[in-house]
C-alpha cells in the first residue's frame, strides 16, 4: 500500500512538473473586454480565455494586465509569447499571428449630441473638420480615414483607455470617438454612476466596421519552443466552446 501511494505521488508530481509555463498579457484598459480591477485583470476575453487555458492539462498559463502600446511594443520586440484582443493587421503588426478570432465587435463614432443635428452615416466624410478621438495604439478607422487626417482634413486625437476619451469628448474636447459599441456603453453607464454623464449628451453615429478580437501569438517563435502545440491545443478548445454555445453564454452573464 505505502508503495502504491509512492508510486501514485511520483506519477502526480511529475504531471505537475510537465506543465509549460506561459504568461499572456491583457489589454489593462479596454472595459468590458479587458481591463485591470482592483490590480487583477478581468473582462469578457479575459474570463473567456481563462476558460480556454483551464481545458489545456498541458500548460500553467497566468495572465498579466499591460498598457496596450507597451504589450505591443514588447511583442513586436519579441518579449513576450501572446497579447489580446488584438483586430487582425497582418500589414501593420506582421510580428502576431491572428488565429481563430475570439469575439466580433461592432466599432462605432460616438459625437456629441450637437455633432450630430445633421445626421452623419457615412464614415469617413461626413467627418471632415472634425476631431475624432481614439484608444493609444488602437488601429482604427480605415485606410481612408487615415488618409483624410495625414492630409489634416480630420484631427485625430488619442490618449490612453475608453474612460479618458470619453471624458474628452462629454467636455467638449474632442467631437466625437471611435470605439466598439460596447465598450462605449459601457463605460458611459460607470461615469452617469459617478455623476460624470448626464445619460443623454453623447449619441451614435456612423457604424465604422464590425472587427473581431484575437489572442495575437508571437509571429517569430524562436524564444518559445511550444508554440505549435500551445496554438493547436488553444484553437482546439477556444472552437469546441464556440460550438457548444459556451462563450456567448460567457458574454451574456458578464454584461448583465
Request: proline share 5%; hydrophobic share 35%.
Amino acid at each position: 500500500m505505502r508503495q502504491l501511494l509512492v508510486i501514485l505521488t511520483l506519477i502526480w508530481t511529475s504531471s505537475v512538473v510537465a506543465q509549460t509555463k506561459v504568461t499572456v498579457y491583457g489589454d489593462d484598459s479596454y472595459p468590458p473586454y479587458s481591463y485591470a480591477e482592483n490590480g487583477k485583470i478581468t473582462g469578457i476575453y479575459t474570463v473567456i480565455l481563462k476558460k480556454v487555458f483551464s481545458q489545456m492539462p498541458d500548460y500553467d498559463v497566468s495572465i498579466q494586465g499591460v498598457p496596450w502600446k507597451r504589450g505591443l511594443a514588447q511583442i513586436k520586440a519579441g518579449e513576450i509569447f501572446a497579447l489580446y484582443p488584438p483586430y487582425k493587421r497582418p500589414k501593420q503588426r506582421p510580428y502576431m499571428q491572428y488565429d481563430g478570432p475570439i469575439l466580433d465587435e461592432k466599432l462605432v463614432v460616438v459625437c456629441q449630441q450637437s455633432k450630430l443635428k445633421t445626421p452623419r452615416p457615412n464614415w469617413p466624410d461626413d467627418y471632415i473638420g472634425l476631431t475624432i478621438g481614439n484608444n493609444s495604439g488602437f488601429s482604427a478607422g480605415g485606410d481612408k480615414f487615415h488618409e483624410l487626417v495625414k492630409a489634416k482634413k480630420i484631427k485625430l486625437d488619442e490618449v490612453k483607455g475608453t474612460e479618458r476619451n470619453l471624458l474628452k469628448l462629454i467636455s467638449g474636447r474632442t467631437d466625437c470617438y471611435m470605439n466598439d459599441a460596447l465598450s462605449i456603453q459601457w463605460e458611459l453607464k460607470q461615469l452617469q454612476k459617478m455623476g460624470k454623464y448626464d445619460g443623454k449628451s453623447i449619441k451614435e453615429g456612423a457604424v465604422i466596421s464590425s472587427e473581431q478580437g484575437y489572442l495575437g501569438i508571437i509571429t517569430d517563435g524562436k524564444k518559445f519552443p511550444f508554440k505549435q502545440d500551445f496554438t493547436q491545443q488553444y484553437l482546439k478548445v477556444l472552437n469546441e466552446m464556440k460550438s457548444s454555445g459556451e462563450i456567448d453564454k460567457i458574454i451574456k452573464d458578464f454584461v448583465n
